[in-house]
DNA sequence: TCCACACGTTAGATAATCCTAACTTTCTAA
DNA sequence: TTAGAAAGTTAGGATTATCTAACGTGTGGA
């Protein structure tokens, strides 16, 4: 099972579950899942029934959720591409946070690990061998061009 | 009437039209798109009545396809953010071209333009400010760490 | 104890996108 | 000029993911 079998909106409740119990939330419920993607109840319900179909989450009727072993490795892999691409488009892209997050949240489905491994090594080379001094140059010519564009528009 | 109201399905449909229309085809039918999209014909039909009723192609039964202003205008942005971000997994990421086409094609759908400009931005700098030599260390240094982590793995 | 209310489920609807099967229109070549 | 092939449409159905409305569960406080 690997997560390309699973379709977007599954993977999406597999990083929330995965996310609520890294914040330390002990016992996960049909109720915080739904909080956390912005949906009502029968939707994570519904989702829940198919993920544990799949043996990707343990879950029993009116109970609590969590992930097996096959669904914790897969939303490990997407919630560090997700983690990975929001860092690159703050730290390197200048993108806002609050965009940032949607997009990283957008692509996280689009994108795979191999792609998202490049991205880190880029911007570790860019952070490791090039000075701040250089660092700041980037950045500032990025910004200078997206105002650039604003006046021609 | 801005791309956001348009679903991704139905925005994939204009990008393949402008693509044909820039490639010189004249006349573009039904059939044409269906083998660009790897869709059947009646998906296409329904695709084009939609976009037909939000003004965005002009299209008559049995007769051929054409995007309009609002069609073309909305279709050379998505186009654009595909290009950029196809150019710099390519060129920057080194990504082999065929994957990179593909993630292309999901990814188009969930960046905006803002974000791509940054990206272009971010490719020109790297182009123009720093050597030839340097370029190439960061495109061997994406590699080595790929090759590092396929180790471990 | 017991019941109110939050939590969860089921049933049924909607929307987007695709499909197949069967039909219609248009084009082309003998 | 006409019949068959190619192109296009319509009808109807599947899938994924969402919703609302209505019904079931379970538990903490009076």
Redesign the pocket.
């Known amino acids: 099972m690997d997560s390309s079998n699973?379709?977007?909106?599954?993977?999406?409740?597999l990083t929330s579950i995965y996310r609520l119990k890294k914040s330390g939330k002990k016992e996960i419920?049909?109720?915080?899942l739904?909080k956390e993607?912005?949906?009502?109840?029968?939707?994570?319900?519904?989702?829940?029934?198919?993920l544990a179909k799949m043996n990707l989450v343990r879950?029993?009727?009116?109970?609590?959720v969590d992930l097996t072993e096959d669904g914790e490795r897969i939303a490990e892999v997407l919630d560090r591409i997700e983690r990975d691409f929001y860092l690159f488009l703050v730290d390197f892209l200048g993108v806002p946070e609050e965009k940032a997050r949607e997009e990283a949240c957008r692509v996280e489905h689009g994108i795979n690990m191999d792609t998202a491994k490049r991205l880190v090594a880029l911007m570790d080379y860019l952070s490791k061998c090039l000075p701040e001094e250089e660092r700041r140059k980037i950045k500032e010519y990025i910004e200078r061009r997206i105002e650039e564009s604003q006046c021609n528009s």
């Open positions: 699973v379709t977007p909106g599954l993977q999406e409740y419920r049909i109720r915080d739904a993607r912005n949906v009502r109840l029968p939707s994570v319900t519904g989702a829940m029934k198919k879950y029993n009727r009116y109970g609590s």
